[in-house]
């Protein structure tokens, strides 16, 4: 029963936090000239 709360209280730390740094890395690739949405072109 304790591991169970303990991993239910890492995933409610872990995915906002996982979901916020995947939203900054996203909004950042402009920046070093990368296409964060475009498919690379042949």
Do not use: C, H, R
Request: aromatic letters at 12%; proline letters at 7%; zero cysteines.
């Amino acid at each position: 029963m304790n591991s169970i709360k303990l991993t239910i209280a890492w995933m409610w730390i872990a995915l906002p936090l996982g979901w916020g740094v995947y939203q900054s890395v996203q909004k950042s690739l402009p920046l070093f000239g990368m296409e964060a949405s475009a498919p690379a072109k042949k």
